[in-house]
């Protein structure tokens, strides 16, 4: 069933777990998303990016993800990740996303506040829910480049908890992206997760769902950390892109050669890469559900 960000994000507050929201730029990647869910009974959040736009258009992934997420058994959150243009919110909720993340985190704190609450009326007209983002992780969602690294060579800037309290109170959101030592894309060593960022926003706005974006390529362990410290929601892409991209390496290679070339089908490929993309979501959303049971 088609579920609000919001409310997707409560199920996860109640239950000291969180929601794993995967980019799935490839109808193999939202199929493995909804089996797992299906399958496993947990929620989960499928989003597109407005990275991605040229990787598959809003207008053939939107109405086909919010239709299968209607017709599916599982709390399913249709969310547009990563969106600075609000009219690209306004296409994605009339198409019936349930969710938006608006990200304002280049701007100036005032304009931030100004572009966030307007997408909060937007996202209200629609009954959607709504992520913001304060704070920088220096590096952007798209995928595709060789952005990652440390937070601190990506330039991060961790989000202040005492403005993370203006800004959730002046924009009206309903969870918040922060920003305390994850990046996009491919880390280059450990990532240095720092907790008691997280701990000091949820001393001052309770309860209040935070966002880890980033989130592919921090460990088990790291995950349960944040988790506890009031993680609800957990952005993961890249990871999960490589292997199934690994994945097809392999059919690839393991192909018989004819005159010296090797005879590869299309379809085998995207077999492989949803096998892929099922056994990387299961297994991030089994850890992420955190010891809670099923909630389907
Ligand atoms: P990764 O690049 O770590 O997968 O993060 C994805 C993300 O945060 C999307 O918003």
New binding site residues.
Partial sequence: MLTNLRDICSIAEQNNMAIAAV?SASLEAVRAAIDVAEETGYPIIIQH?EAHEGVVPLKYIGPAVVDLAERSSAHICINL??CEDLSYAQRALSLGFSGVMFDGSCLPYEENVEYSSRAAEMCAEYGAGLECELGSMGSR?G?ESDEGGTAEQAGAIYTNPDQAKDFVNATGLDILACSFGTV??IYKGEPHLNFDVLTDIRDRVPHLPLVM?????VSDSGYKKAIDAGIRKI?????GAKYAGEAVEKVIAGRQTEGGKHIVYWHDMTVAAYESFLNTFEHVVKVFANGARPVA
């Fill in positions: 980019n990016a990740d990563h969602e995928g996009h894309g974006h980033g989130g592919s390529g952005n993961y892409y890249t990871y």
